[in-house]
């Protein structure tokens, strides 16, 4: 209730004015359906536990695939499991049935803007765009707005929902100027869906505000929409080879070569990392490819996954037996330079894997009623994951430049935490430790000393509110660098799907 | 290191779920997500939309809150309140809609004019003019209370003051609404 120092009239206006008209009920049920086809890939990441019976055929689906996997190996079991749930690289799962997309990626580039069309599909129930804008003078470029499809005069589909995520050049601590302002834009656009029949339209983009000049006003693009199932396995799937028993394993990760693509133009591995129950999000670094002929084959890029980031979750497989444990195989694709085709035996090496331990422990930092910027707080807090052992020995109170990914740099009050303990164990290196945010708090960038080693966590305040006293801190996971090297050698066929004629 | 399980609820007939039931069973099952979406989106499109002002600058922040939301919702733990929780992340959008912003901000993007001025228009064109003689972060509170409902204590949680602050400060922002009021009387 509010207080009744103030006339009822003055209260019952409030609610008056506040109240805003009613959503479009279509925006509404366009946004649920969104986010739960998002939700399929973002919260499923635990096997279920037998407590129900649709669980219980959950569990008995899930050892089918585990059956499926070792008799007709996990590569065709992926290409079918990526048909069945209709994932689609930096977009997310949407419904393939009768839809289209572009083969390949749009891009132009004028007045030293690029601006790229990395996905269009039109499904039976929605058109999403994903693209991206790199350049200057790009202020509002970013705005909901700025993209229109229509397929012939007069029309033009009505947007849904919208991510636009700003791109920041790269800076050290000592040189980043205190608001930069982005040099592109990553943008996730919904429209409503396109009708069925067409498949030519016209994408433009306007950047309204923006310093581009005259010239600059619309960009518009005619596309042709392909149906899905030719984009979505690509024509590299359809003409790859895959190994057999390709894989290699250390500290528990293993690493399998599922699938290669190789012809004049590209090499495209995808392979499977299998993590142990609470290890997730594994990325391989320093991989090279390497062919019997002595070539050495850099990654050119990371072949778009998961925000162009990320390894996808394929499968959580449940314990063989009671109380055993749970294993996660993550998919990931790796586009290297060409390869040599008289080749015929190829190595991939990575030396480490990337990791993130989960972890649930936490514990109070008491900072008394004014805490002050430069204050220190002693601390005797231990914990580990999977028995990699972590002592935190000082906390401190500094004033630092908060970098999130949706919003701009800025200064921020923040706690420093100490490790003190070793940063290498059996060849695991600690990387990063996570904070869980609560509230008005945002996980801010790690810093690690190069001379002393000391690796150095942040917790940032959204506001320059007094953080609570006792304030206490839950370490959320862990990223480990797990040293290799993985080595995983397979054959190449005398003659690859590509050449065939 | 611990696991840590969602909890789990059996919920009776008649009972609606709580929040931090919901989100523990969205961590099984994610169209339990459904559930928050419906129960939360008008509250977070309303406190949008009198944020920034119109429909669609109110959609967009709305479906980048709940994105935001579901790709943060396996590091919420139920220590606090999920509203709070999701209406700090609401603010934060509003914040972002503001910077990115290259025309000048009027008057009427901060505080828009009501969408449906019903019978008495004359009292809330008044109420109006005295809301743009408060400050921002007063603005912001009365926004959270009558546009978000939240709680005094939810919003103790969003701006990190105890609940007696908010209580406090919510005491003297209705005195200074009335003596506002009272002076475009005389």
Not at chain 1, 10 to 28: M, N, V, Y
Not at chain 1, 329 to 347: K, N, S
Not at chain 1, 393 to 404: S, Y
Not at chain 2, 34 to 49: F, G, N, P, W
């Amino acid at each position: 209730m509010v207080e009744h120092e103030a006339s009822t009239v003055t209260e019952k206006t409030l609610w008056a004015h506040f109240r805003a008209p009613d959503p479009d009920s279509e925006f509404l049920a366009a946004l649920e359906k969104n986010l739960l086809a998002r939700a399929d890939v973002v919260l499923v990441r635990r096997a279920p536990s037998p407590r129900f019976a649709w669980r219980l055929a959950l569990i008995a689906a899930a050892l089918t695939l585990v059956g499926a996997v070792l008799t007709i190996g996990p590569g065709r079991v992926w290409a079918a499991l990526q048909r069945w749930a209709g994932y689609l690289p930096g977009i997310g799962v949407v419904e393939l049935s009768e839809a289209r997309a572009l083969p390949a990626p749009v891009a132009r580039t004028s007045l030293g803007v690029t601006f790229t069309i990395e996905q269009l599909v039109a499904s039976p129930d929605q058109t999403i765009v994903v693209a991206r804008i790199v350049g200057a003078g790009l202020r509002g470029a970013e705005s909901p707005w700025a993209i229109r499809i229509g397929w012939s005069r007069g029309t033009s589909l009505r947007g849904r929902a919208w991510m636009a995520d700003p791109i920041y050049a790269a800076c050290d601590d000592q040189n980043c100027p205190s608001e930069p302002e982005p040099i592109g834009y990553v943008v996730r656009a919904a429209f409503e869906a396109l009708p069925i029949e067409t498949n030519r339209v016209t994408l433009a983009w306007t950047a309204p505000g923006s310093d581009l000049g005259d010239t600059s006003g619309e960009w518009s693009f005619d596309l042709e929409l392909q149906p899905i199932d030719s984009v979505a396995s690509g024509q590299w799937m359809v003409n790859s080879y895959m190994p057999e028993d390709a894989r290699d394993s250390h500290h528990g990760i293993g690493l399998v070569v599922t699938r290669v693509f190789q012809d004049s133009q590209a090499t495209v591995v995808e392979m499977q990392m299998e993590t142990p129950d609470g290890v997730a999000l594994p990325s391989l670094h320093g991989a090279q490819l390497i062919s019997t002929l002595g070539t050495v084959y850099l990654p050119s890029r990371v072949a778009p996954v998961d925000f162009d980031m990320n390894p996808i979750p394929l499968v959580t497989t449940t314990p063989l037996e009671p109380g055993g444990p749970t294993r996660t195989l993550w998919l990931d694709r790796q586009l290297f330079t060409p390869g040599q085709p008289t080749a015929r035996e190829m190595t991939l090496r990575a030396e480490g894997i990337q990791a993130s331990y989960e972890s649930d422990f936490e514990f109070p930092v008491i900072l008394g009623e004014a805490p002050a910027v430069g204050q220190t707080f002693p601390l005797d807090v231990s914990f580990d994951v999977g028995g990699f052992l972590i002592h935190l020995d000082q906390a401190r109170i500094v004033e630092a430049t908060l970098w999130e990914p949706l919003a701009k740099p800025r200064r921020s009050l923040t706690i420093e935490l100490h490790v003190d303990s070793p940063i290498e164990q059996d060849g695991r290196r600690l990387r990063e430790i996570w904070l869980d945010p609560q509230f008005n708090q945002v996980h801010a960038d790690p810093f690690m000393d190069p001379t002393t080693g000391i690796l150095t966590e942040r917790l940032a305040w959204d506001t320059v509110f007094t953080p609570l006293d006792p304030l206490t801190l839950r370490i959320d996971r862990v990223v480990l660098d797990v040293e290799g090297p993985w080595v995983v050698n397979w054959p190449v066929p005398e003659i690859l799907p590509a050449e065939r004629p | 290191m611990r696991q840590i399980d969602p909890p789990k609820v059996e919920l009776t007939a008649g009972e609606p779920p709580s929040d931090d039931d919901l989100v523990g069973r969205s961590r099984d099952d994610p169209q339990a997500f459904a559930a928050i979406y419906q129960r939360y989106v008008l509250k977070v499109y309303r406190y949008a939309h009198a944020r920034v002002g119109d429909t669609a600058a109110a959609e967009d922040v709305t479906s980048q809150v709940f994105f935001d939301a579901l790709v943060a919702l396996p590091r919420y733990h139920a220590r606090g309140s999920f509203a709070a929780w999701l209406f700090s992340i609401a603010r934060r959008r509003c914040a972002d809609h503001f910077r990115r912003r290259t025309d000048p901000i009027r008057p009427d993007d901060v505080w828009p004019p009501p969408a449906d001025p019903g019978p008495d228009s004359e009292t809330l064109g008044r109420l109006r003019s005295v809301l743009e003689m408060l400050s921002e972060k007063e603005r912001d509170l009365l926004t959270l209370r009558y546009a978000g409902e939240l709680s005094h204590r939810e919003i103790g949680h969003v701006l990190g003051k105890s609940e007696a602050a908010i209580k406090m400060a919510m005491v003297r922002l209705m005195r200074k609404l009335k003596a506002l009021w009272e002076t475009q009387d005389g």
